[in-house]
């Protein structure tokens, strides 16, 4: 696990200083490593890494931290291997929270968009819940998924239709292709702000998820509280799916497929597949990024399209093979 965890942080932090370093205007390695440690305020090049670059690399790799630590408390307090916040219908009512309040309240701050999004992510984890539980026998995996397909399909179509009624398609283009453009250093620190809560109780629950994961009654067995630790799941997972959506927007499937890889790597315990999580998550967003930039340089491809175009297969795969049900 240490040597594991090395590798990823060694290979992470070179994709980052790469990141940093390619764009519109590609600026040399050497030049990325003096702008961090040897800051010169009368270089360009320095003021363009330390202003912009450097938070969007930042950004990129907290969002995807954050996307693939819910993901991976989705699938265990639900014990299906399909759910994800963008599945489970979390992303799509953050975005519908965030177009409700660019509509109307159109000078909103940075800090009441995140807000908005915490509150619409966490909409859209009641709706999914509460109706998967009012149906008969029960909340099951199955039940949970079909709830946050048609929850978040419902969401998605009220979005689009207030953002042309209210003609802020074109401003809300940008949250449903998710990216990292517009990512500055108000962003990181809500990211931040938003990750020493979330992931410091996701840890805290970590082996609780655990024993969860192997079943209600199995959990209740060893003297779990399964309802706390739902409940303190479905916080954490809103909370940092709410501050991912604020500032990435809708970027999919990194909650799908990286608990999958972690799961393989590590096995069963949550208490290795949360940390493990968040730096392959961190590793393929700033990646996907690396790819956004240069896939049409020097125009921009969302990066939701890059991680969608890993995410459908895999999603497909999983469908397809009722394999991942252990988790």
């Not at 799916?241 to 069963?268: C, D, E, K, N």
């Not at 969608?308 to 297969?313: L, S």
Request: with cysteine.
């Amino acid at each position: 696990m240490g040597l594991l965890a090395a590798g990823i942080i060694v290979l992470l932090a070179f994709s980052m200083a790469l990141s940093i370093s390619v764009g519109a205007a590609s600026i040399n390695l050497g030049t990325v490593w003096e702008a961090l440690f040897a800051f010169s305020p009368d270089s360009p090049d320095h003021a363009v890494i330390r202003e912009l670059r450097l938070p969007r690399a930042l950004a990129g790799a907290l969002v995807g931290a954050f996307l693939a630590v819910s993901g991976a408390i989705m699938q265990g307090l639900t014990r299906n291997p399909l759910a994800s916040p963008s599945i489970m219908g979390v992303t799509h009512g953050a975005a519908f929270a965030l177009i409700i309040a660019i509509v109307f309240f159109p000078a909103i701050s940075n800090i009441g968009m995140t807000l908005a999004a915490f509150t619409g992510a966490g909409l859209g984890v009641i709706l999914v819940f509460t109706i998967g539980s009012l149906s008969k026998g029960g909340l099951t995996p199955a039940k949970l998924a079909l709830a946050g397909v048609a929850i978040g399909g419902m969401l998605s179509s009220l979005s689009s239709a207030i953002s042309l009624h209210f003609q802020v398609a074109k401003q809300m283009s940008f949250w449903y292709a998710g990216g990292l453009t517009a990512t500055d250093w108000v962003s990181v620190h809500i990211l931040l702000a938003a990750g020493v809560v979330g992931l410091t109780m996701a840890l805290f629950i970590s082996r609780s998820v655990t024993l969860l994961s192997l079943g209600d009654d199995v959990s209740k067995g060893l003297g779990q509280n399964t309802m706390v630790v739902k409940v303190l799941g479905v916080i954490v997972v809103f909370i940092l799916t709410g501050a991912a959506v604020s500032v990435a927007g809708t970027v999919g499937f990194i909650g799908l497929v990286i608990p999958h890889i972690a799961r393989f790597l590590v096995g069963t315990d949550y208490r290795l597949i949360i940390p493990v999580s968040a730096l392959f998550g961190s590793l393929l967003l700033v990646l996907s990024d690396i790819g956004a930039k240069l896939l049409n340089a020097p125009f921009e491809t969302p990066v939701g399209a890059i991680t969608a175009c890993i995410g459908v297969p895999f999603f497909l795969y999983l469908a397809r093979n009722e394999g991942g049900r252990n988790l």
